[in-house]
């Protein structure tokens, strides 16, 4: 018999193939699970951070700092002659602040140690350390304690309070445990970290967090300030914040707190900051910053919409003293928009960028002056040294009485000898004074007030009333809404924009 062809019914046929589709896409969904699971794992939650602490501490140290300051002794007690507590207060007050033999007459203060506690980490085998400046500024003595109980006499190689770090040195017959830094550029919100140090004297301790935030700025110039939750208290100052591959990506240098206690808010310097700020105390004791020589402000939108810009973006310059920047040829009013070839986002950017170049660096600086963008070339100085110049003493000849007018909401006056000596300006110093202001003007709401003296307006110099009226002029014929004004109060420069009525 002849073998029977195999017949599958058309809705047979569907069914198998909807079947083969659906065992495919679950193929596929299981393995999605399992890629996504194998990442978590990575990712996720630690299981133990035991690992990571005992293979990094003996390299995290606790720092003891000694110092010697004078006691106050405070005035002494009046005790009537003769009284039979006369001899008693004699002999207690001799032996406390001295018998007098020195010629003191007994009032030679007393001097006591104060002492502080820190944390710090070697990042060499042959014993340098890192901290935080505020741990050891002004110490006598500083002694460095190992994990293992060890203690050795550190002396300080260099510090840099303006990002609060400071580089030790100590002493040893043996290679010392180091940690090495990492990126904290790549590091991203939420990873996990780990602080280690001696909070609040109690020894080394360890806390673990997340990144909460970066690029904070807390106050100084170079600021970039890693945000965690981890725990960090008083006596953590200078210790190292690991990631999880045991590599020092910030120093904890401060916390948030209402009450001196961590509540959760702490921050870390970026190793991105302290290993340049490292580098050039290792080499040079000190640091040394690139110097670009101009005062900035930020480009705000009403300053943008004043200049006919179509971004905020980069740095406007208010002021160009003797250095560098007026060398190459930099003027107040240009904005800078690219920095040796880095595109300059607001002034924190260009003074960052600024002080990592290094000294001496030819650089090119695009700036946008006039709508037109030009290419300077400036050499950069060394920020540390840099001195502002000062001013000759010229007499002037007196002028006839100023001008004063009204403009903008504001009573403003021109310049004159005595304006000049009653306001304390320079000699030669132009511009209008600005006499008083309501506080509802506009003018008031953007931070002017009286004595502040109004030296350009639509960038061009004013020198007079009518000066300044032809510039508003002009600026309402081009169809602007508003006019920037550079404003200089106690010889500090700002742009401000006020909307032209």
């Known amino acids: 018999m002849r073998p029977q062809a195999l017949s599958i019914p058309a809705n047979s046929r569907s069914a198998m193939q909807i079947t083969l589709q659906a065992l495919v896409a679950l193929a596929m969904a299981v393995a999605l699970v399992m890629t996504t699971a194998a990442q978590a794992k990575?990712?996720?939650?630690?299981?133990?951070?035991?690992?990571?602490?005992?293979?990094?501490?003996?390299?995290?140290?606790?720092?003891?700092?000694?110092?010697?300051?004078?006691?106050?002794?405070?005035?002494?007690?009046?005790?009537?002659?003769?009284?039979?507590?006369?001899d008693f207060f004699r002999d207690f007050l001799e032996r406390d602040h001295g018998n007098g033999d020195d010629g003191t007459n007994g009032d030679r203060p007393r001097q006591r140690r104060s002492q502080a506690l820190g944390s710090g980490f070697v990042v060499s085998e042959d014993g340098f350390i890192v901290t935080?400046?505020?741990?050891?500024?002004?110490?006598?003595?500083?002694?460095?304690?190992?994990?293992?109980?060890?203690?050795?006499?550190?002396?300080?190689?260099?510090?840099?309070?303006?990002?609060?770090?400071?580089?030790?040195?100590?002493?040893?017959?043996?290679?010392?445990?180091?940690?090495?830094?990492?990126?904290?550029?790549?590091?991203?919100?939420?990873?996990?970290?780990?602080?280690?140090?001696?909070?609040?004297?109690?020894?080394?301790?360890?806390?673990?967090?997340?990144i909460s935030a970066r690029n904070r700025e807390l106050s100084g110039t170079y600021d970039d300030y890693i945000q965690t939750d981890a725990a960090i208290n008083r006596g953590n100052s200078g210790g190292p914040l690991f990631n999880m591959d045991a590599q020092v990506i910030g120093v904890n240098t401060a916390i948030l707190s209402p009450n001196g206690g961590s509540i959760g808010i702490g921050f870390a310097m970026s190793s991105a900051v302290v290993e340049r700020v490292i580098d050039q105390l290792k080499e040079y004791g000190e640091t040394r910053r690139g110097w670009l020589g101009v005062r900035i402000q930020d480009v705000?939108?009403?300053?943008?919409?004043?200049?006919?810009?179509?971004?905020?973006?980069?740095?406007?310059?208010?002021?160009?003293?003797?250095?560098?920047?007026?060398?190459?040829?930099?003027?107040?009013?240009?904005?800078?928009?690219?920095?040796?070839?880095?595109?300059?986002?607001?002034?924190?950017?260009?003074?960052?960028?600024?002080?990592?170049?290094?000294?001496?660096?030819?650089?090119?600086?695009?700036?946008?002056?006039?709508?037109?963008?030009?290419?300077?070339?400036?050499t950069l100085g060394r920020r540390e040294d840099a001195v502002a110049a000062t001013g000759g003493d010229v007499p002037q000849e007196q002028p006839e009485a100023p001008m004063q007018k009204t403009l903008l909401g504001m009573d403003l006056v021109e310049?004159?000898?005595?304006?000049?000596?009653?306001?304390?300006?320079?000699?030669?110093?132009?511009?209008?004074?600005?006499?008083?202001?309501?506080?509802?003007?506009?003018?008031?709401?953007?931070?002017?007030?009286?004595?502040?003296?109004?030296?350009?307006?639509?960038?061009?110099?004013?020198?007079?009333?009518?000066?300044?009226?032809?510039?508003?002029?002009?600026?309402?014929?081009?169809?602007?809404?508003?006019?920037?004004?550079?404003?200089?109060?106690?010889?500090?420069?700002?742009?401000?924009?006020?909307?032209?009525?």
Not at 52 to 74: D, F, H, K, R, Y
């Open 42 to 86: 990575a990712r996720g939650t630690p299981e133990s951070f035991a690992d990571l602490a005992e293979q990094v501490s003996p390299a995290v140290v606790n720092i003891t700092t000694s110092t010697l300051v004078a006691q106050q002794t405070g005035p002494r007690p009046m005790v009537p002659e003769g009284s039979p507590f006369e």
């Open 300 to 378: 705000t939108d009403d300053v943008a919409e004043a200049m006919g810009l179509d971004s905020t973006a980069g740095a406007l310059v208010t002021d160009v003293p003797e250095g560098p920047a007026m060398e190459a040829g930099v003027e107040a009013g240009d904005v800078i928009l690219s920095f040796d070839g880095v595109d300059v986002i607001d002034t924190r950017d260009l003074v960052r960028q600024v002080g990592n170049a290094p000294v001496g660096k030819a650089v090119r600086l695009v700036v946008l002056r006039d709508g037109q963008t030009q290419t300077l070339k400036v």
């Open 132 to 210: 935080n400046n505020h741990v050891i500024e002004g110490a006598d003595e500083i002694l460095i304690e190992f994990f293992d109980g060890g203690e050795l006499v550190a002396k300080v190689i260099g510090t840099d309070p303006n990002t609060d770090i400071a580089l030790l040195k100590v002493e040893s017959d043996t290679p010392l445990e180091y940690v090495p830094f990492g990126d904290s550029d790549v590091m991203r919100v939420g990873d996990w970290v780990m602080a280690m140090g001696n909070p609040l004297g109690q020894g080394f301790s360890v806390s673990a967090g997340i």
């Open 415 to 501: 310049l004159d000898d005595a304006l000049r000596s009653e306001l304390g300006l320079p000699p030669g110093t132009e511009g209008l004074v600005v006499r008083e202001l309501a506080e509802d003007t506009e003018a008031f709401e953007k931070g002017l007030r009286a004595g502040d003296v109004i030296t350009e307006a639509g960038q061009e110099a004013v020198t007079s009333i009518a000066d300044l009226e032809r510039r508003i002029q002009a600026a309402r014929d081009g169809g602007r809404k508003s006019i920037l004004l550079l404003v200089r109060r106690a010889g500090e420069p700002r742009f401000v924009a006020l909307t032209l009525q």
